[in-house]
């Protein structure tokens, strides 16, 4: 089974901190994606990344960086964490795009819940 | 624009049948995802469908008719574990998946 880890479930930190968020998954994956979800709002695409040392901007990518030096690891990274960035985070693999046979569902990891005081 | 609607909450009672709708709109099409989401848990992977007609899994069931824009999730012989979200996305020419706000279901005994 695939199985898509991530560093903490729960994570409190303060305003203008730097924080981390980081995803690894265990099936050789090609695509790895982070989002956030917010009550009564869908899933928002944050970044996502096709490949090592790739990144591409979702739609709110504000405010985030992302960093992927090795094909299992998708790091999340606030650079100044503030109040609504309080959210929770869940991060996402899938093994390819359409046209090459390869599924396209995406397995995700258990969710961060951060809040920033 | 891209869009999904789907009912934000639903209430049935165990043992009985719930049809959840979908209706999307995006930019090229690439099929149509069903995940579900327990609270506080990550969601999982119920059923994808491309092509227009009925996919049936065990209990649960999806539609597909592209030109409508339009999916339903069946669920048949409701238990009390199936109270979770229900979360429709469906896939654009660039491989993205499109979210929507997902369908609380409840079940009541």
């Known amino acids: 089974d695939v199985k898509v880890t991530q560093s903490s479930r729960y994570l409190v930190k303060r305003t203008g901190e730097k924080v981390f968020l980081e995803c690894v998954q265990d099936m050789d994956h090609e695509n790895m994606f982070w989002y956030r979800q917010d009550p009564g709002l869908g899933l928002r695409l944050i970044y996502f990344?096709?490949?090592?040392?790739?990144?591409e901007k979702g739609d709110i990518p504000e405010g985030y960086s992302v960093s992927r030096e090795k094909k299992e690891r998708f790091s999340l990274i606030l650079e100044s964490a503030s109040t609504n960035q309080t959210s929770m985070y869940l991060c996402a693999s899938s093994p390819g795009t359409g046209g090459s046979g390869g599924r396209l569902e995406q397995f995700f990891g258990p969710g961060t819940r951060l809040t920033v005081l | 624009g891209q869009n999904i609607d789907q009912p934000t909450e639903m209430t049935a009672t165990e043992g009985a049948i719930v049809q959840i709708n979908c209706t999307y709109q995006t930019s090229g099409f690439n099929g149509l995802f069903w995940y579900q989401q327990h609270a506080g848990e990550a969601p999982t992977f119920l059923s994808y469908?491309?092509l227009d007609g009925l996919e049936e899994k065990g209990r649960f069931s999806s539609f597909l008719s592209r030109s409508k824009g339009y999916s339903y999730l069946l669920l048949k012989e409701l238990q009390m574990k199936d109270s979770a979200s229900y979360l429709c996305?469906?896939?654009?020419?660039?491989?993205?998946?499109?979210w929507g706000a997902g369908t609380k279901l409840i079940i009541k005994p």
């Open positions: 990344s096709y490949d090592v040392k790739m990144k």
């Open positions: 469908n491309v």
């Open positions: 996305a469906a896939m654009d020419s660039n491989y993205q998946l499109i």
